[in-house]
């Protein structure tokens, strides 16, 4: 089938890869010249385990093309995904600026059928916006061409996004035409494999059904992390608890983990884009601002034991800190809580020596050079002189370190664990003080 994809950005770039991977051919669109030039040449974006090969591959066999040229784009797919970003207003709602301009994009130039599908994360009664949009185009070229409006959240993890879009949990469509859903049907035959994993429903359903589960996840770390201030209070252990919790099937051990507060570029924006929502229909969600309240203090939890550790006073120190990414296997520093670790300490008069597998670029990028920010080449290197180590991102390669180094390269040996990676007991016995998320201080 042809297909386009408007806006190269995480969903988009992917999900064009994985319907090329399978044969259909896919024409990605996007505004920025120098990002369609450097596909071409095989230079990807963003680092997301096994997207280049599929890209380069894809590329390079015919299925995959990039261009600028809307006119061009439009005419090529019966199927139109759009998957450009929907960054939060200043009040925190989403805005659908660039998700109407595709709209109308399509519009100016489509000559015959189109399905429109929406794969961007939007409010509720966009679908609606983006009929509006398409009609109101239409009616100005005087032209009459049938065209549906489909939502199809996406529910892809950076990280993890080419296996999960080649092997999704669940296909959600919102539509009400018999025709989009057989043209979807066959469309994600080849990824609705041993069951059926495509779900219909009405279009506001799955634009909610996207928000719900973010939200719900984004719950679910929030209660944790207020689990773990209380544990730490009470004089429990929150990683015997989670334990304890998790294996009720009900409960479940996914997304209990506490830690120095959820990033990225979906849950913060989305628990933001409900609350706004509830608030224009005059609904007071008050879970949903306690989740992202409960985060916000999250983030801050760190640099707050430090400054205690420290007597309040930082100013001067040099501190080591693993992980700068909001989560590993992504260079993504999108809302993560390194930059507000830094952030603070910097503030307060300290340094960072910072260390990431992945994220060494876009911290550069983020905060070019400053005399309080040096990025070190190795986890090691970054330890050097350092008046303690402070852990933002739980990547593997910071499971297992040598802490006989760790304690000879430290001024003093101690380390600030935002992702519980370490046991409380053992680090005591191997004489550092040692502090963690919910285990006590
Ligand atoms: C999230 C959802 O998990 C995806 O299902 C969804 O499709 C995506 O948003 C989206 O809307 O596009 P993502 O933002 O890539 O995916 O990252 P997650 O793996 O969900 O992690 C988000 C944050 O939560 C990270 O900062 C992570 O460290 C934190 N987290 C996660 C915890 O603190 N504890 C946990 O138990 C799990």
Known sequence: MKVTVFGIGYVGLVQAAVLAEVGHDVCCVDVDAQKVENLKQGIIPIYEPGLTP??????????????????????????QFIAVGTPPDEDGSADLKYVLAVAETIATHMQDPKIIIDKSTVPVGTGDKVSAKVAET??????????????NPEFLKEGAAVSDCMRPDR????????????????????????????IFMDIRSAELTKYAANCMLATKISFMNEMANIAEMVGADIEQVRNGIGSDERIGYHFIYPGCGYGGSCFPKDVQALVKTSEQIGYDSKILKAVEAVND??????????????GDDVAGKTVALWGLSFKPKTDDMREASSRVLMETLWAAGAKVQAFDPEAMEETQR???????????????????????????????????????????????????????????????????DYYAIGRGL
């Open 54 to 79: 599929i890209v380069k591959s894809n590329y390079e066999e015919g299925r995959l093309q990039f261009t600028t040229d809307a006119k061009m784009a439009v005419e090529f797919g019966e199927i």
């Open 366 to 432: 983020i905060y070019g050079s400053r005399t309080d920010l040096a990025l070190m080449g190795t986890k090691e290197a970054a330890l050097n002189g350092a008046d303690a180590l402070v852990i933002c991102t739980e990547w593997q390669s910071f499971r297992a370190p040598d802490f006989d180094l760790i304690k000879s390269e430290l001024n003093e040996a101690v380390i600030f664990d935002g992702r519980n990676l370490y046991d409380p007991q053992r680090m005591a016995d191997r004489g550092f």
């Open 138 to 151: 239409l009616a100005n070229r005087g032209a009459e061409i049938d065209y549906q409006v489909v939502s």
């Open 297 to 310: 203090k999250q983030k801050s939890k760190l640099p707050e034991l430090i400054k205690r550790h420290f």
């Open 171 to 198: 296909i959600v469509i919102g539509t009400d035409s018999d025709h989009v859903k057989d043209v979807i049907t066959e469309l994600y035959a080849p990824f609705n494999r041993n069951h059926d994993r495509i």
